[in-house]
């Protein structure tokens, strides 16, 4: 292997916060620029007629790659440099063989969703999930002939294996399969935990001849530092980079990341729906790379500093933070099994309903009132009314996205000032 793909120094293995400043690049072909230029390229030329028809014949499969004969580079909506940088350094951080990046989180889960699925399939998922994957799975995917059922945090593994069984057996009656099962933990906005090797084991124990249900898993609240959910069994792990990944609040990306064989399933669709990252984005998510742990801890702990104000305040009924969980319940074991920190971005119910939420909101001063999450300054949005506004009435009570429920996501400025402005603008409430 080149050495700019080497993950250990003698015996001993490099880290991903090592590995973040130079995996994946080999200077020598750059005129030893330090840093990867930007490939602002829409094609590349081959050396001979005999490399263009190589290159294709694996990019279609119509012949197996060599893995010691990396297919060469073509069209930067087949792939790219920078791309494929980005995609070394992240497959680092979650132990990956391979990865895939895309122009936004949404495309990276509906390309894997439509990738796996096809008419008749079933697709389970954890409840609640982002807006944009709901609106995906229950109003667009059933335009296709694959339709969605929940499972909820609450459940046991034993009800979880109840749905799955009848959703596979319902697919079946139609021709179809349980496709995927796609966990969104914690999820957005109430952070609330799913079990994924608990429910991976199910979904895998439900494989058919040669088809197995995939265990998809939306990282982008905790990820790739304090959880990384293929080593507890799931098959793709998925990523907003818009989010902490990217962490400026200045690019938009997402990610599909699992082993070789199961990105193949994805890669095909990526490269016919078009919705590869350009190179300037790619350089700019490596950009950041450099600093995802300092950025993610920094903003963990001014979180959790935040957490306990909210805790004590008179006029804040809940606090819907991983760090709030009792150790000895279910949430909380999941959490010690999966997990190695709370991250930052977390909800909070007020005492009253969406009149108090806005009188809250409409008061911050140094917190920006945006949707997102994951960037260097604080964020604060009412998901009942924004991110999670198509959800019906009867979908927001159940899933507990009610109207005083306010999400944060905390950056990495001076905590105290963070507080000053959160204790002002809960005086408005």
Known sequence: MDSYHKRTLN???????????????????SEGAIKAPIFQTSTFVFDKAEDGKEFFAVTYGLKEQDPDNPRGLIYSRINNPNCEILEDRLSVWDAAEKG????????????????????GDIIVHSAP??????????????????????????????????????????????????????????????????????????AHSLQRGEHRPAVSVDNTFLGPVFQ???????????????KYVGGHSDVVGGACLGSAEAIAKVAGLRTIMGTIMDPHTSWMMCRSL??????????????????????????????????????????????????????????????GGEAEAYRFLN??????????????????????????????????????VSDNLVRVSIGIEDVEDLIADLEQALDHV
């Open 228 to 242: 990384h959910p293929l080593n507890h069994g799931a098959d793709y792990v998925l990523y907003s980079l818009t």
């Open 363 to 400: 008061a911050l001063k140094v917190v920006k009132l945006a949707v997102s999450l994951g960037g260097t300054e604080s964020l604060a949005s009412h998901p009942a009314s924004m991110t999670h506004a198509d959800y019906s009435d009867e979908a927001k009570v159940k899933y507990g």
């Open 11 to 29: 015996t001993r293995q490099l880290q991903p916060q090592t590995l973040m400043m130079g995996y994946g690049y080999d200077t020598a072909l």
């Open 100 to 119: 895939l990046v895309f122009s936004s989180g949404m495309a990276a889960i509906s390309n894997t969703m439509m990738a796996l699925s096809r008419p």
């Open 290 to 351: 450099e600093t995802l742990d300092i950025r993610m801890r920094r903003s963990a702990e001014n979180a959790l500093a935040i957490t306990k104000m909210l805790n004590d305040h008179s006029k804040v009924e809940k606090v819907l933070s991983l760090s709030n969980l009792d150790p000895n319940s279910e949430q909380g074991r999941i959490y010690a099994k999966q997990c190695t920190g709370a991250g930052s971005t977390f909800s909070f119910l007020l005492k």
């Open 129 to 202: 999930v982002y807006g944009g994957t709901e609106y995906l799975l229950h109003k667009l995917l059933p335009e296709y002939g694959i339709t969605a059922k929940a499972i909820l945090p609450t459940m046991t593994l034993e009800e979880v294996e109840t749905v799955l069984r009848q959703a596979d057996e319902e697919a079946q009656g139609r021709g179809g399969r349980l496709s995927v099962v796609h966990l969104e933990t914690p999820s957005n906005p109430t952070n609330t935990m799913m079990d994924i090797e608990g429910i991976a084991k199910i």
